[in-house]
């Protein structure tokens, strides 16, 4: 039996979530949503495999295989009709999750998310520059942050992307292509999809298009933060999930 993959669990609440975080990261970027959130939700925060301290990631790996070890993960806990956040590599997680299991979910949220018709003209002679160097990969990260979070908080975050080196290219390289163009179509759950006014990585081109594809999603931008508003800005982050939630 496969290894599951590690989560950490904040909160009691009736509501539930799932939060998947994106490359270079860990669980470790949903802590601030999810000490804002454990009085009144359950909230369940996954390292991918290959991220934070679930097991490797193989050469090779697929965004079904997120999705089924996401799967796996819930069966265990217990977990239906919640809603799935999925933030960079890990809004692609999501958009396969919600494709190959949407009975389980109640809705879903994409956090300046992948492009729902996948990542294209993908440089990898950059990429794996930036991987084989550990300074200039902690400078990309810190780089992606428009607002940096505290000191101690921020040399974690850098410690996990450190440990995630190895399962960048891998997960680049899952994301090369997927296209969810079909299955966002006929998705029938609510859907925001969220996006930080100042992300270099994203365009909000690809954010306002996975919103028009989805039948019944709402953007929301969130001005002044990057790529993770969800640590640049939680409580502004905060108020527009829980916003959401309460709509369902």
């Given at each position: 039996?496969?290894q599951?993959?590690?989560?950490?669990?904040y909160?009691?609440?009736g509501?539930?979530?799932?939060?998947i975080?994106g490359?270079?990261?860990?669980?470790?970027?949903w802590?601030p949503v999810?000490?804002?959130?454990?009085d009144?939700?359950?909230?369940?925060?996954?390292?991918?495999?290959?991220?934070?301290?679930?097991?490797?990631?193989?050469?090779?790996?697929t965004?079904?295989?997120?999705?089924?070890?996401?799967?796996?993960?819930?069966?265990?806990?217990?977990l239906?009709?919640?809603?799935?956040?999925g933030?960079?590599?890990g809004g692609?997680v999501?958009?396969?999750?919600?494709?190959?299991?949407?009975?389980?979910?109640?809705?879903?949220?994409?956090v300046?998310?992948?492009?729902?018709g996948?990542?294209?003209?993908?440089?990898y002679?950059?990429?794996?520059?930036?991987?084989?160097?550990?300074?200039?990969s902690?400078?990309?990260?810190?780089?992606t942050?428009?607002k940096?979070?505290?000191?101690?908080?921020?040399?974690?975050?850098?410690?996990?992307?450190?440990?995630?080196?190895?399962?960048?290219?891998p997960n680049t390289?899952?994301?090369?292509?997927?296209?969810?163009?079909?299955?966002?179509?006929?998705?029938?759950?609510?859907?925001?999809?969220?996006?930080g006014?100042?992300?270099?990585?994203?365009?909000?081109?690809?954010?306002?298009?996975?919103?028009?594809?989805?039948?019944?999603?709402?953007?929301t931008?969130?001005?002044?933060v990057?790529h993770?508003?969800?640590?640049?800005?939680?409580?502004?982050?905060?108020a527009?999930l829980?916003?959401f939630?309460?709509?369902?």
């Amino acid at each position: 039996m496969q290894q599951l993959i590690h989560a950490v669990r904040y909160g009691q609440g009736g509501k539930q979530l799932v939060l998947i975080h994106g490359n270079m990261a860990s669980a470790n970027w949903w802590r601030p949503v999810g000490e804002s959130l454990s009085d009144s939700y359950t909230l369940l925060a996954v390292d991918l495999r290959g991220f934070g301290d679930s097991p490797d990631t193989p050469e090779q790996v697929t965004l079904a295989d997120h999705a089924k070890d996401i799967y796996d993960l819930v069966q265990q806990e217990g977990l239906e009709n919640f809603v799935l956040v999925g933030h960079s590599l890990g809004g692609g997680v999501a958009m396969q999750f919600a494709a190959q299991y949407p009975d389980l979910l109640a809705g879903l949220v994409l956090v300046d998310s992948a492009p729902v018709g996948g990542m294209k003209d993908i440089d990898y002679n950059l990429l794996e520059m930036v991987v084989n160097n550990k300074e200039l990969s902690m400078a990309s990260l810190k780089g992606t942050l428009t607002k940096v979070p505290h000191d101690a908080f921020l040399n974690e975050l850098l410690a996990d992307g450190l440990r995630s080196l190895p399962a960048v290219i891998p997960n680049t390289r899952a994301l090369d292509g997927a296209d969810f163009k079909a299955a966002a179509a006929s998705f029938a759950k609510p859907v925001l999809v969220i996006h930080g006014s100042q992300d270099i990585l994203m365009p909000l081109a690809e954010s306002e298009k996975t919103a028009l594809i989805y039948p019944q999603a709402m953007l929301t931008i969130i001005p002044d933060v990057g790529h993770s508003p969800q640590v640049e800005d939680t409580a502004t982050f905060v108020a527009a999930l829980e916003d959401f939630i309460n709509k369902l």
